[in-house]
């Protein structure tokens, strides 16, 4: 089956633009899916299809996707940002399988 | 807006079977694909399996031998059932309801899932 590869950590400074990034065959025929984890609670989407923020999701989110690899960007983190982001897409190799990326802890600092 | 409520047995023997169900509430069960999601302690996500409102299933390969997941649409709820689990087993389980297309040409298809569960702890200790 498909994998995706995260970075496990990043880290940026309290304003500063942060990139985080997942890798897999899969991204090449679809887009990834994004998801911010805070401790204790369930995964929130944040980023869908192209570049699609859920209401609610502030507008210093963003996606972008070229070959393999699909982009998380976060334009001025804030210290509420500091959570564990999952990227996410479905195999896409026939079995369609859903897969998560193993996570990325971002650090605000 | 919609809303999944989980609920199902907490802490489990080895070898036992864990059965776990979600409701869907204020919204459309067709049209969907509605997966279970497991997070063990200090871990990522492992997608378990999914199931659409017509009982068409998709399992993890990895688990695909002791996995179940039935729908019941005359009351907007889907269930998970796994069975001779192990501390292995050990994890917050979420349910979530998954949404994929594809653009306009089918030159680029997209899935997420919008609406998640609060999860449900499950341990697994004899």
């Known amino acids: 089956s498909s994998e995706l590869t995260q970075d496990p950590a990043v880290s940026v400074a309290l304003g500063q633009t942060v990139r985080i990034t997942c890798q897999g065959d899969?991204?090449?025929?679809?887009?990834a899916s994004w998801y911010q984890q805070k401790p204790g609670q369930a995964p929130v989407l944040v980023i869908y299809?192209?570049?699609n923020r859920p209401s609610g999701i502030p507008d210093r989110f963003s996606g972008s996707s070229s070959g393999n690899t699909a982009s998380l960007t976060i334009t001025g983190a804030q210290a509420e940002d500091e959570a564990d982001y999952y990227c996410n897409s479905r195999d896409s190799s026939g079995n369609l399988d859903v897969v998560f990326g193993g996570g990325t802890k971002l650090t605000v600092l | 807006q919609v809303q999944l409520q989980q609920w199902g047995a907490g802490l489990l023997k080895p070898s036992e079977t864990l059965s776990l169900t979600c409701a869907v509430y204020?919204?459309?069960?067709?049209?969907?694909?509605w997966s279970w999601i497991r997070q063990p302690p200090g871990k990522g996500l492992e997608w378990i399996g999914e199931?659409?409102?017509?009982?068409?299933?998709n399992y993890n390969p990895s688990l695909k031998s002791r996995v179940t997941i039935s729908v019941d649409t005359s009351k907007n709820q889907f269930s998970l059932k796994l069975s001779s689990v192990t501390a292995a087993d050990t994890a917050v389980y979420y349910c979530?309801?998954?949404?994929?297309?594809?653009?306009?040409?089918?030159?680029?298809?997209?899935?997420?899932?919008?609406?998640w569960g609060k999860g449900t702890t499950v341990t697994v200790s004899s």
């Open positions: 204020g919204g459309s069960f067709s049209g969907y694909y």
């Open positions: 299809g192209k570049n």
């Open positions: 899969s991204l090449r025929s679809y887009y």
């Open positions: 979530a309801r998954g949404l994929v297309g594809a653009t306009i040409w089918k030159t680029y298809y997209y899935y997420y899932m919008d609406v």
């Open positions: 199931i659409n409102h017509s009982g068409s299933t």
